[in-house]
Each structure stands twice: as C-alpha cells, then as structure tokens.
C-alpha cells in the first residue's frame, strides 16, 4: 500500500456459542493477514473465560498494526440476545455468561494494547452478517434485504437502503425464534440439530448434519425429508418476514444450509408457496457471498461504514 491510500483500520471481534474470534480488517472489507485468533467458548464459558479469550485475540490482533495505520474503533458482534445500551450479552448458549460486559471487555483490552481509548460499538451477529453481505456480499445494492445462518441456530439482520437495522435494543432478526408452530420457534424445528433429532424420531439413525446430507444424498427418504422440513420452514417463515418488511433478497449462510445443493431452491419454493401478496412472492433468495470471514467483516463495517 502507498501512503495515499485509505489506512483506516477497524478491530473486529465475533463471539459466538462456540468461539470467539478478532482479527484487523481494512477500510476496503479485507482481513489483515496474522491478525486472525481464535478462542472457544461454549456453554461452560463464564466472565472469566470470556474476559481472558478477548484479552487474548485482541491483543494478537493489535500486533498487527502497522506504522501508517489508523485505528478508528472497535466492531463486535455477538450472539445473543444483547443490550446495546449497557454493551452486555444475554447469549442463548452462554447461559453463565448472562450479564457479560462484552463492550466494556473489548474496549478495555484494546485501550491496553494500543495504549489509548477505542471508540467500541456491540451489534447483534445476525446484524453484523446483513451488513458484511450488504456492503460486500450478496445482497449489495438491494433496497431492502435479510441476511440469515442457518446452522446450530438461526437468526440474522435487516438492511435498508444500506443501513443495518438494530432495532429498539439491538435484537432485530431473531428469525430462529419466531414461531414455526404454536409450540415451536423456527431453531426448534429448522436448525441443523432439530433437523437431526426429528429425523432420529422417524427411525433414521444418524448422528449429525454431515450424516444427514450424506444419507440424503443416497436416497434416505427419512434423510431427506427432514432437510425438505427444514427449508420449508424457513421458507415459510421468510413469507411473513418479507410480507412485513417488503425485502428484495433474502442471502442464506451456515453449515446446515449447504445439506443439500438444493437446500436456497427448497426455501425459494416454500417462500413463494407461503407470501401472501405478489411482492413478498417476488423475494428472492440466495446462498451467501462470503465465507467464513463474513462476521468479522459486519464487526469492522460497525466502524468502517
């Protein structure tokens, strides 16, 4: 890079069920290469866990920077529920975590490292993908669209008009807890675990996603329906997601959205199927554009956009 060019940097952190990661990202989207860390997490991690894990990926993250570089903030996005207010999680999967200072965590490791205050943001995960895939993915230059994973959860984020949608507290896109059935959210029955154990209830005999898509693949038809029950579901779901908010693409990410080529078709057909009026029916849905650095991308673009 030449002096002339933007050296505007954003430290990103994505915590998760399962991990947590950060990493530097740049004003054009990209990941500083050796910036990248990550810790676990799970449903045992508490304050301190989590609190030593940031310190970690911040810190190596921060040795990163370079000379000429410009650090204009943190970006984190979380699983959660979350307060943007009060910068804490309430994460689903993290239940000795309820409470957690995450904004204040992040904020304090990297005034550390840098020696100097960092402006710090906290945003929904869900909300973070929407705006990695609105500014770089899939759904860029859509009017309205809604990013989603499908994977050990479900849930995502609205943009409009090139603008995340937070929502009152920051929890807008909670997809995976709408209801599917009076007595079950849409995670309940369309995660890559519920689909698992429904098809188990059927007498298949599996264990996992990977065993689902490869029973499926072989004409399991106990296998395969349960993928088929899967994008209904979220098809039907999405329906009344556009039919409320008018959305033009809809983009698709997770592990358990690849079980099957056909997983985006299945949810098209089920979308279309269940739209009440012709604009919702007009909705179109996509696989993701962007891979696994997709989080920390949304994370940085908090900053960066």
């Not at 309820?98 to 909300?127: C, E, I, M, W």
């Not at 995502?156 to 009076?182: E, I, K, M």
């Not at 499926?216 to 088929?228: H, L, N, Q, S, W």
């Not at 979308?271 to 991308?297: K, N």
């Amino acid at each position: 890079m030449t002096g002339s060019e933007d050296r505007r940097v954003a430290l990103a952190v994505d915590v998760g069920g399962t991990k947590l990661e950060a990493a530097l990202v740049r004003a054009d989207g990209t990941v500083v290469d050796g910036t990248r860390s990550r810790r676990a997490t799970g449903p045992d991690a508490t304050f301190a866990s989590l609190r030593a894990a940031i310190e970690e990926v911040v810190t190596h993250a921060l040795r990163g920077l370079g000379s000429e570089d410009e650090l204009i903030g943190a970006g984190i996005g979380s699983a959660g529920p979350i307060d943007r207010e009060q910068g804490t999680i309430v994460p689903v999967n993290m239940p000795h975590a309820h409470g957690f200072d995450l904004r204040g965590a992040v904020r304090d490791s990297a005034a550390t490292a840098v020696g100097a205050p960092v402006p710090t943001v906290l945003a929904h995960d869900g909300g973070c993908l929407a705006l990695a895939e609105s500014w770089l993915g899939a759904t860029r230059g859509a009017a309205a669209s809604l990013s989603i994973v499908v994977s050990t959860g479900v849930g995502g984020g609205f943009v409009v008009d090139g603008r995340y949608l937070p929502g009152a507290s920051g929890n807008a896109g909670h997809l995976g807890q709408v209801h599917a059935t009076p007595e079950l959210t849409v995670e309940q029955v369309a995660s890559g675990p519920a689909s698992v154990a429904w098809a188990r209830t059927q007498g298949w005999t599996g264990q996992q996603g990977e065993d689902l898509a490869k029973d499926a693949a072989a004409g399991d038809p106990i296998a395969r329906a349960a993928i088929e029950r899967s994008a209904r579901t979220v098809g039907a779901a999405l329906a009344d997601a556009s039919t409320l908010v008018d959305l033009e693409v809809v983009a698709i990410g997770g592990g358990f959205s690849r079980v099957s080529g056909d997983y985006i078709e299945l949810v098209q057909a089920a979308l279309a199927a269940t739209a009440a009026h012709d604009y919702s029916r007009r909705t179109r849905v996509v696989r993701s554009g962007l891979g696994d650095e997709g989080p920390l991308i949304g994370a940085a673009a908090l900053v960066l956009r």
